[in-house]
Each structure stands twice: as C-alpha cells, then as structure tokens.
C-alpha cells in the first residue's frame, strides 16, 4: 500500500513587511507542527516554509495551510496552485477560523478553532470520500495538547517556540486570542512541559502563551513550579515570554523565571493614559493603575529581566499631541524595549466588527487588502483627525523612538536596572529589530 503525503505549509506575505522583516521576530508554526504530531505514522509529512524559500509544489495527497491575516492572500494563491493540480487543501489557523466563510471560498475545507479534537475525523474522511466543508474544533484541556513535531522545522530560526497554555479571559477589544482560544485559561501539565523542553537543542526560546503567568493563585502555583523545574533538570536556556502586568505581582515568581534563563517579559502596556486603555477594554492594566506602571517595572528589573512595553498609536481618542506624549513616556519611563505598532483591527476582535459597522476601514477589499494588516499600516478611518494628519505625526514618532542615541540610552539604562548583560543584550537586539521595520518602511532617515 502506498504512503499518503501530507503537505504543510506556512505562507509569508510577498512584501516582507512587518514582523516578518526581522529573522529574530519570525517563530516556527507551532500550529502546523502540532497538526503533524497528530497525523498518523502511516502519512509523509513534509512542511514548506516560506519564512526561508517560496512555495514550491511537490507530491502531495493532502495540503495544509495556515496563515495570519496579514499572509491570508498569499495563502489562498498557494491553494489555487495546489486545487488547480486535484490537490485537496485543508485551512486553519487564526484568520481561517476568524474568516471561515471567506477561507472556504478558497480551500477545499476548513478547520475551525484548535485542531486536536478533529483532525483524526478529517483525515477519515478525506480517506473515505467524504471531506466536509468545515469542521469546528473544540477547546480541550491542556493535558490533551501534543508537543510539536519540531524535526520539520527549518534550521534558520533563531528562537525555538513553546506553548504551556491556551486562552485569555480579558477580551481586549483589539485581539482575537479569547475568540480562538476561548475564556478559559487552560495550562499543560508541568512535567509534559518540561519533557519537551529537554528536546529542543536551541539555546534561545520564545514561550509563545498570552500570558504564562496566568490568572489565580493555581496558575502561579504551575508557573512557578515550571521554572523551578527547568533550574532543577539544568535546562540551559535564555528565553522571553508574554504577560499581563500582574506578572509583576509574585516576586518570588520573578526570581525563579530570572533563574530558569527569562532575560524578558513582554507587556501589552497599549496606552499610558486611561481613556485609551477604557476605549480598548484594557482590564487588567486600568485595574492596576497608570501610577503603577514604574512599580511594576522596578519588580521585573529587580529579578533581573528587561521589559518590553507595547504601545499601540492610532485608538479613536488618539490627537497627534497624545501621540507625542505617548512616544515621550516611551521613552522617558523605564520599559526597556518600545514596541510602536498601529491600531489594527484584525478579524475576529470587536474593534473589526465595529469600524466595519461605521464603514471606516479604509482598506476592505477582500481577501487582497489582508496584506496590509500587518500592524504597521493605518488601515481605518480616525476620529477627529485624517488619516494624513496622524500618520505624519505616527512616523515623526517613530523616529524619536528608534533614534541611536535613545537607544543606546535605552540599553544603558537595562544594564544598569537590571544588572544582567543577557538582559540588556536582549532588550538592545529588540530594539534594533523593531528600528528595523521602521526603517524599511522609510520611517527613518
């Protein structure tokens, strides 16, 4: 009997814009390994990854795409490639679970939501004939989720992903995670976490979970107990994760994150005024307090670990004299990296359905126009000012942020708060990172 022949791939938006510019800012398709862990042994798999060589087409009883928003387009033109040859193609993902009907227009079939709970049905009944249109996955528990297959992964990514948990229960009203993933914060147990972990060979590692502190006294009892353990079985590793603020909440959690290699934590700070963090449902960080942010700065510098702040320019009550000043309190405060992205509404989040209710998207010829929602680009309509007005200030912005000597002042000042070289090192690379984006946009002289 001959082998079946799966074909994975991950599609880049042709135009390299945004973060896939950088090769330190591009993170293997967790998603796509774990649905090649699922596949039974009696299947090939291969994955193409376009983050290193364009789509290629090769024998193939099945493909597999995923894609985010920003890459859907390209994803769709793969699938024409791959149907026009009798190929079937199968979709999933964020923006396919966001878009399904829109996907379906362009894939054979769809998968909704997480994968675990039928790609097995999927695969039956590919075999039998029967492929459905749509297949909607349900939200197990984290003892269910399987490590990916990471032996399929190209050599030339600089960090290693790893997920622990699923789902936020804050619901921003710019992010899609709580539709995808749903409400419920569910965690992998401990041991399965770190198993995996003394597999992968790569020094350097992203923890790609929303926030891997979690919420409640269980999840930081599992947070904690994960980092003891990864100083217990000697993983030599230097890492940065996600979090809300309330990482800053448990010093001695810090500490043992700083121990187990944590050189820095990514906050979504989004605004550094309360109106703006009201407008996007900023829970978690108006319940904490504008005046807290230098607090909770100084506890993660305490343990060791730089911050990245991200901060979002472009909120409906945003005035080119806002954005000034939230350009100024990135610089002056003591966030360690200044991520500047625009206020995008991707699919999936409240903010999209509400300007698409208003009719301010100023780019909403689909699927085409998803290229340019990648969060560098002023895709909507603003509020009180044209889009011109604001995005002549957005780039002078950009320009006091990334300028060499902030830089170096910036780095200066992560040596010296936090007292770790790693972390500074980190936090400077990061930087340079996002000045690159800015800079192949000519945003900076």
């Known amino acids: 009997m001959n082998r079946r022949r799966l074909l994975l791939v991950n599609p880049v938006n042709p135009a390299r814009s945004g973060f896939s510019l950088n090769r330190s800012s591009r993170f293997p398709p967790v998603g796509l390994g774990i649905v090649a862990a699922l596949t039974p042994p009696d299947w090939d798999v291969t994955l193409a990854d376009e983050n290193f060589a364009s789509f290629e087409l090769g024998d193939a009883d099945l493909v597999g795409i995923t894609a985010f928003t920003s890459a859907a387009n390209r994803a769709y033109e793969i699938a024409a490639t791959c149907r026009a040859r009798g190929i079937p193609v199968v979709m999933g993902g964020i923006h396919a679970s966001m878009r399904p009907d829109e996907a379906g227009q362009h894939v054979d079939a769809v998968v909704v939501g997480e994968a675990e709970s039928v790609w097995t049905?999927?695969?039956?009944?590919?075999?039998?004939?029967?492929?459905?249109?749509?297949?909607?996955?349900?939200?197990?528990?984290?003892?269910?989720?399987?490590?990916?297959?990471?032996?399929?992964?190209?050599?030339?990514?600089?960090?290693?992903?790893?997920?622990?948990?699923?789902?936020?229960?804050?619901?921003?009203?710019?992010?899609?995670?709580?539709?995808?993933?749903?409400?419920?914060?569910?965690?992998?147990?401990?041991?399965?976490?770190?198993?995996?972990?003394?597999?992968?060979?790569?020094?350097?590692?992203?923890?790609?979970?929303?926030?891997?502190?979690?919420?409640?006294?269980?999840?930081?009892?599992?947070?904690?107990?994960?980092?003891?353990?990864?100083?217990?079985?000697?993983?030599?590793?230097?890492?940065?994760?996600?979090?809300?603020?309330?990482?800053?909440?448990?010093?001695?959690?810090?500490?043992?994150?700083?121990?187990?290699?944590?050189?820095?934590?990514?906050?979504?700070?989004?605004?550094?005024?309360?109106?703006?963090?009201t407008e996007v449902n900023k829970r978690l960080n108006l319940k904490r307090g504008m005046d807290?942010?230098?607090?909770?700065?100084?506890?993660?510098?305490?343990?060791?670990?730089?911050?990245?702040?991200?901060?979002?320019?472009?909120?409906?009550?945003?005035?080119?004299?806002?954005?000034?000043?939230?350009?100024?309190y990135m610089i002056e405060s003591d966030v360690d990296v200044m991520q500047a992205t625009v206020m995008t509404p991707l699919p999936g989040t409240g903010l999209f359905q509400r300007l698409e209710r208003e009719n301010r998207l100023l780019f909403n010829h689909f699927p085409q126009d998803w290229s340019h929602y990648d969060l560098t680009q002023w895709v909507h309509q603003p509020v009180g000012h044209s889009r011109e007005e604001l995005w002549e200030v957005y780039l002078d912005c950009q320009k006091r942020i990334y300028d060499w000597d902030t830089l170096k002042r910036k780095a200066q000042r992560t040596l010296a708060t936090t007292g770790r070289w790693e972390a500074m090192e980190f936090a400077y690379r990061s930087n340079m990172s996002y000045r690159n984006i800015a800079e192949s946009q000519g945003n900076l002289s």
């Open 292 to 328: 807290h942010y230098a607090t909770i700065f100084d506890r993660i510098h305490q343990a060791g670990i730089a911050v990245l702040g991200a901060f979002i320019f472009g909120m409906d009550g945003d005035t080119p004299e806002k954005l000034r000043h939230r350009a100024q």
């Open 121 to 277: 049905q999927l695969l039956n009944d590919l075999s039998a004939g029967n492929l459905r249109r749509r297949y909607d996955g349900a939200w197990l528990g984290g003892e269910q989720f399987l490590p990916p297959r990471r032996d399929l992964y190209a050599d030339g990514y600089m960090f290693a992903s790893i997920q622990t948990s699923r789902g936020c229960p804050l619901d921003c009203d710019f992010c899609s995670v709580t539709a995808h993933n749903g409400r419920r914060y569910r965690r992998r147990p401990v041991e399965q976490v770190l198993d995996e972990l003394e597999t992968i060979s790569n020094e350097f590692l992203f923890f790609i979970d929303d926030n891997i502190i979690g919420y409640g006294t269980d999840s930081r009892q599992q947070a904690l107990a994960l980092f003891q353990g990864m100083v217990e079985r000697g993983l030599r590793k230097q890492w940065f994760c996600q979090a809300s603020v309330n990482v800053a909440d448990d010093q001695e959690v810090l500490e043992w994150a700083a121990q187990a290699g944590c050189r820095m934590i990514f906050l979504g700070i989004e605004a550094e005024d309360v109106d703006a963090l």
